[in-house]
């Protein structure tokens, strides 16, 4: 491991993408720091307290902390995030899409520039929404047009600055930018999170109980870890046989290779998109004021909030948990069924001249890989499921209320892992050897 450190930096391209990476870092937390001009951070911040556990905490989360703060890159990268889902779902829906998206670099330099446009948009549309919701709980003293447009254009170029930072560490960098600025929020979040458990439930205990606490909660977190890291690196190899053919006076072909099926097939979008969803009627009654009402609507409000659930004093609102296990169930199959088409990969199969071993070539192997993808599917929703869910768990239970959580701990997971195998693939380029080799 060490070896392989000291050979990262004994390649100077290496050690200039890495110090890029560590250089735009810098540039990302800095900005993090920096309140938006006509804002009082501390205000915000005790308004932010007030609402602790509701749907904001998700927010802030991924935002590291800027939302908390109010700083510049309080939107910070999720704009862009939902701009790429929604182009993305859109491919399937429009054949121009579709076919620009099949255009090889030229189509994928398209697709970026739209996805780039819609960020902007829904970075905009996200501002005034804000910079509204503001004005309307007196959250930002004197607002005027002034300094709304200073609110909503500070907003706006901060999350297209990360987004343009994200792209310049995929272009000069190591990994892909996008997600090494979302965990980079994330990861900055930890040391707060730990000063709250240890808060919670190592100070002011006798030294065996806070002991034994420390070594319950580290224990707790190796094996989500753990259990992050095998849900990643599970699939399921289905075989495939190509049969040999004479081209010239030579016999090609007969070799036989795998179709690699990930159990996660989705990643952590259906989590992404299920708490978007159960979160967003709470951040519009927040903004809004309407809540810890008595009325049904409020009452809905609270189900939806993730702070209420597996709490034993409101079984009433488990409910809302159960929503959310369908909503990841739902997004998982949806969202493997737009990015993975099995009628697709059977035709060429075909073409290729293979097949799987006891199954017809043609609409038969294309039924055979729906029905293996459905298991394998169902089977990586309900991995997802346990990782989110045990934070909930915590939280409601014992009150140990931190931002991070399961879908916390798969992105940062799996941009650590991505990130790694990209510095080794390019290491074994000059012939040295990986982190991932023994």
Same mark, same amino acid.
């Given at each position: 491991?060490?070896?392989?450190?000291? $050979?990262?930096?004994?390649?100077?391209?290496?050690?200039?993408?890495?110090? *890029?990476?560590?250089?735009?870092?810098?540039?990302?937390?800095?900005?993090?720091?920096?309140?938006?001009?006509? @804002?009082?951070?501390? @205000?915000?911040?005790?308004?932010?307290?007030?609402?602790?556990?509701?749907?904001?905490?998700?927010?802030?989360?991924?935002?590291?902390? $800027?939302?908390?703060?109010?700083?510049?890159?309080?939107?910070?990268?999720?704009?862009?995030?939902?701009?790429?889902?929604?182009?993305?779902?859109?491919?399937?829906?429009?054949?121009?899409? %579709?076919?620009?998206?099949?255009? +090889?670099?030229?189509?994928?330099?398209?697709?970026?520039?739209?996805?780039? !446009?819609?960020?902007?948009?829904?970075?905009?549309?996200?501002?005034? /929404?804000?910079?509204?919701?503001? /004005?309307?709980?007196?959250?930002?003293?004197?607002?005027?047009?002034?300094?709304?447009?200073?609110?909503?254009?500070?907003?706006?170029?901060?999350?297209?600055?990360?987004?343009?930072?994200?792209?310049?560490?995929? %272009?000069?960098?190591? =990994?892909?930018?996008?997600?090494?600025?979302?965990?980079?929020?994330?990861?900055?979040?930890?040391?707060?999170?730990?000063?709250?458990?240890? %808060?919670?439930?190592?100070?002011?205990?006798?030294?065996?109980?806070?002991?034994?606490?420390?070594?319950?909660?580290?224990?707790?977190?190796?094996?989500?870890?753990?259990? #992050?890291?095998?849900?990643?690196?599970?699939?399921?190899?289905?075989?495939?046989?190509?049969?040999?053919?004479?081209?010239?006076?030579?016999?090609?072909?007969?070799?036989?290779?795998?179709?690699?099926?990930?159990?996660?097939?989705?990643? @952590?979008?259906?989590?992404?998109?299920?708490? $978007?969803?159960?979160?967003?009627?709470?951040?519009?009654?927040?903004?809004?004021?309407?809540?810890?009402?008595? +009325?049904?609507?409020?009452?809905?409000?609270? +189900?939806?909030? $993730?702070?209420?659930?597996?709490?034993?004093?409101?079984?009433?609102?488990?409910?809302?948990?159960?929503?959310?296990?369908?909503?990841?169930?739902?997004?998982? !199959?949806? *969202?493997?069924?737009?990015?993975?088409?099995?009628?697709?990969?059977?035709?060429?199969?075909?073409?290729?001249?293979?097949?799987?071993? =006891?199954?017809?070539?043609?609409?038969?192997?294309?039924? !055979?890989?729906?029905?293996?993808?459905?298991?394998?599917?169902?089977?990586?929703?309900?991995?997802?499921?346990?990782?989110?869910?045990?934070?909930?768990?915590?939280?409601?239970?014992?009150?140990?209320? #931190?931002?991070?959580?399961?879908?916390?701990?798969?992105?940062? #997971?799996?941009?650590?892992?991505?990130?790694?195998?990209?510095? %080794?693939?390019?290491?074994?380029?000059?012939? !040295?050897?990986?982190?991932?080799?023994?």
């Amino acid at each position: 491991m060490f070896e392989t450190l000291k $050979s990262v930096f004994r390649v100077k391209e290496m050690r200039r993408k890495l110090l *890029y990476v560590l250089w735009m870092i810098l540039v990302i937390r800095i900005g993090s720091q920096l309140p938006i001009p006509g @804002v009082d951070s501390d @205000v915000f911040k005790q308004w932010f307290r007030s609402n602790t556990g509701d749907a904001f905490n998700f927010f802030d989360a991924f935002t590291g902390g $800027s939302f908390e703060s109010m700083s510049v890159f309080a939107l910070n990268i999720t704009p862009y995030i939902t701009s790429s889902i929604i182009i993305q779902l859109l491919t399937i829906a429009i054949p121009a899409l %579709e076919e620009m998206h099949r255009d +090889g670099e030229e189509g994928r330099k398209k697709m970026t520039a739209i996805t780039r !446009y819609v960020t902007i948009g829904l970075a905009l549309f996200e501002s005034i /929404a804000m910079t509204i919701g503001f /004005a309307r709980g007196n959250i930002v003293q004197d607002m005027n047009i002034l300094k709304a447009i200073v609110v909503i254009a500070s907003l706006t170029a901060g999350s297209a600055m990360l987004m343009w930072i994200g792209e310049r560490i995929t %272009e000069k960098g190591v =990994g892909n930018g996008i997600s090494i600025v979302l965990a980079v929020n994330i990861i900055s979040r930890i040391p707060s999170d730990m000063t709250t458990l240890y %808060e919670n439930f190592i100070k002011g205990k006798t030294i065996a109980k806070g002991t034994l606490a420390g070594v319950i909660i580290f224990a707790i977190i190796l094996v989500v870890v753990v259990f #992050v890291l095998i849900l990643n690196g599970a699939e399921r190899r289905i075989p495939v046989q190509y049969s040999r053919k004479m081209v010239g006076r030579k016999m090609m072909g007969g070799q036989s290779t795998n179709i690699p099926l990930k159990v996660n097939t989705a990643g @952590v979008i259906p989590i992404i998109f299920a708490s $978007s969803i159960m979160s967003f009627p709470g951040v519009i009654a927040q903004f809004a004021g309407k809540t810890n009402g008595t +009325g049904i609507g409020s009452e809905i409000l609270r +189900g939806l909030s $993730s702070s209420n659930w597996c709490n034993p004093s409101q079984i009433k609102y488990t409910w809302g948990l159960l929503v959310y296990v369908v909503l990841c169930v739902f997004f998982a !199959y949806f *969202y493997t069924s737009i990015t993975f088409n099995p009628l697709e990969v059977a035709d060429n199969i075909k073409k290729q001249g293979g097949f799987i071993p =006891g199954i017809r070539p043609g609409k038969p192997t294309s039924d !055979y890989l729906t029905k293996m993808l459905n298991y394998i599917i169902f089977i990586g929703a309900v991995g997802l499921i346990i990782v989110a869910v045990i934070p909930f768990f915590f939280n409601g239970v014992f009150g140990a209320n #931190v931002s991070f959580g399961g879908t916390s701990i798969i992105i940062v #997971v799996g941009v650590v892992l991505e990130t790694v195998k990209q510095i %080794e693939s390019q290491l074994l380029v000059r012939n !040295y050897k990986g982190f991932l080799n023994n």
